[in-house]
């Protein structure tokens, strides 16, 4: 079931509201637009502190494209908001010591605010004796824009609407029970970006119901057509993987959505598929990225070796077949909560 978003208070008690300062929101486009167009030659010195590959920091290659890609969309009349993001999915999402790297990028120029927040990346899959592109937790070695493949395309975005949809119930302090909707931002891509929208890929706060009985509360707006919702347990998966899409904290998701609701702005996903393919090929022949002017977290290239992207052409006929040869059953109801 799907409702359109209105307040961020329909995450309901979970979730505590974060947002921008109303100031940044309610700043004069045309005097923003001017302001940006006179440093579209070069970044400005406020924003170069936060530029380098420490905690906290951004990538210069992942600054440039983000701005460029903001100022073109901002030239093109296509977004007016003040603020911009972007992702370097080349960074750890699991730092040694168990917390959380920060590697997605709120960034208000017009505020001089940055400020670098947790995401997962595209978890992928593992089709038995025929593929196997399945990321860790930490760092992501395969990316994909291909269709079923759970995995994280790079690449240029801009964000559409949010969309809430009703996930189920769980419980709250003295047993009460408390709705999870939750908001959801779908990106439009272009390039091989262009068809994230028959991906459903967008962004969302990585929070889900798990272990879900059916409930019969005829009563209740959400309930099914035999009266009954789902009550479960409430899981965040900040910390884990994804399907494909971007996944927040509950806390930054609500400031995200608060930043787009009426008012689209880019996204900038790095690596793109070339830059992974050259990369790769620049590891396999042995040769310093430096030097060949690339740019890959060192932590997490160590890991993995050497990354993969499977563009879809490739990787969307493995697919297929694998679906043919091991087609999904019927789905399992859920059972009735105990009780009834």
Not at 183 to 211: M, S, Y
Request: with cysteine; proline share 6%; charged share 20%.
């Amino acid at each position: 079931m799907h409702i359109r978003f209105g307040l961020v208070t329909l995450l309901s008690l979970f979730i505590s509201i974060v947002s921008v300062p109303a100031s940044a929101r309610s700043f004069p486009t045309e005097a923003f637009s001017g302001q940006l167009s006179g440093q579209s030659s070069g970044i400005p010195s406020w924003l170069k502190a936060h530029i380098g590959e420490g905690e906290g920091q951004i990538a210069p290659v992942v600054l440039q494209r983000a701005r460029a890609l903001y100022l073109r969309k901002v030239g093109e009349g296509v977004v007016h908001n003040p603020c911009y993001f972007a992702m370097d999915a080349t960074r750890p999402h699991g730092s040694s010591n168990g917390g959380q790297d920060h590697r997605f990028y709120i960034i208000c120029e017009s505020q001089r605010s940055f400020r670098a927040v947790s995401s997962g990346h595209g978890g992928g899959r593992t089709l038995k004796g025929m593929a196997d592109f399945r990321n860790g937790r930490r760092c992501a070695k395969h990316f994909s824009n291909a269709s079923g493949s759970k995995l994280t395309a790079g690449g240029v975005y801009v964000t559409d609407e949010a969309r809430s949809s009703f996930k189920g119930y769980y419980r709250v302090a003295s047993g009460r029970r408390a709705a999870l909707v939750r908001p959801f931002v779908p990106f439009e891509g272009e390039g091989e970006t262009a068809n994230a929208e028959q991906r459903a890929i967008g962004g969302h706060a990585a929070v889900l119901i798990k272990d879900a009985c059916l409930l019969r509360d005829p009563g209740n707006p959400y309930a099914n057509s035999a009266g009954y919702v789902p009550l479960g347990k409430l899981v965040d998966y900040s910390g884990g993987r994804s399907s494909g899409c971007t996944s927040w904290s509950p806390p930054d998701a609500n400031e995200i959505v608060e930043i787009t609701e009426n008012d689209p702005t880019t996204l900038y996903i790095y690596p793109a598929a070339a830059d992974i393919e050259a990369v790769a090929e620049t590891v396999v022949a042995g040769r310093s990225l430096s030097r060949a002017g690339l740019y890959w977290n060192a932590s997490c290239l160590k890991e993995i070796g050497a990354p993969k992207f499977w563009p879809k052409e490739q990787l969307e006929p493995v697919l297929a077949r694998y679906k043919r040869k091991h087609p999904s059953g019927p789905r399992a109801s859920l059972p009735l909560c105990a009780g009834q």
